[in-house]
């Protein structure tokens, strides 16, 4: 099955800070990537819908300027947070569809990644 | 506004008996379901899917439900194994939207020995 690497898996930053979050998928080609982030016993929210080679589509209420998403290949997604506060603390999880699969909407996801603002 | 719902936050189950797990859909266009199933700290991974011109799918044992008039989909496992303890979330797309998924909250399954 396709498989979706993120790195890193855990990171603390101070407040005021950025960090980047990468999303890879490693044996196929993604012209379309997904970030969600996720609260305790929350649900999967979508932030953005990052598509390769032009601008990320980006959810009602997420702020595009402190949540940067380049996606720059076929194979690699990153995600910024600039500016980060403690309110940023959060579980982020990308995604990615396999074009292979056609019709198939299923997205593989990466294991997250624990950002912890301090 | 939540267009995928799972109304059951929790449900506990005795190993080997059938888990049934339920989801309600506002959105008569989505034409796709899947089901996920997630441990902490983790990301989620695929379980099972089904297309809307179809009312069941089954694998292994896992079988997916489908009622379209009634805007339903289950997702039944058995026999359930504590291995099986997790969280499970449905979700739904549609074919305009490019992929898009919209989830639910999710289930937290406990299948007890």
């Known amino acids: 099955g396709a498989v979706v690497s993120q790195h890193p898996s855990w990171v603390i930053c101070k407040s005021g800070t950025s960090v980047k979050i990468e999303c890879r998928s490693l044996d196929f080609q993604a012209t379309t990537m997904f970030w969600y982030r996720q609260f305790p016993k929350q649900s999967l929210m979508l932030m953005a819908t990052?598509?390769?080679?032009?601008?990320?589509?980006?959810e009602q209420g997420v702020e595009k300027d402190k949540f940067l998403i380049n996606h720059a290949s076929l194979t690699l997604s990153t995600l910024t947070v600039t500016s980060a506060h403690p309110e940023d603390s959060s579980f982020y999880i990308c995604s990615a569809r396999d074009p292979r699969q056609g019709d198939n909407y299923e997205q593989y996801f990466g294991p997250g990644t624990r950002l912890t603002v301090t | 506004d939540q267009q995928v719902k799972q109304n059951s936050p929790s449900l506990s189950v005795q190993e080997g008996r059938i888990s049934i797990l339920n989801c309600d859909y506002t959105?008569?266009?989505?034409?796709?379901f899947l089901w996920y199933k997630k441990y902490p700290a983790e990301g989620p991974t695929f379980l099972i899917s089904i297309s809307s011109i179809k009312d069941k799918n089954e694998d292994g044992r896992f079988t997916v439900f489908l009622n379209k008039s009634a805007k339903h989909l289950s997702l039944h496992i058995v026999p359930s194994q504590p291995g099986d303890s997790a969280v499970y979330f449905c979700a739904a797309s549609r074919g305009s939207t490019l992929g898009r998924l919209y989830f639910g909250r999710g289930t937290q399954l406990t299948v007890w020995p």
């Open positions: 990052s598509n390769e080679g032009s601008k990320a589509t980006y």
């Open positions: 959105n008569s266009m989505f034409d796709y």
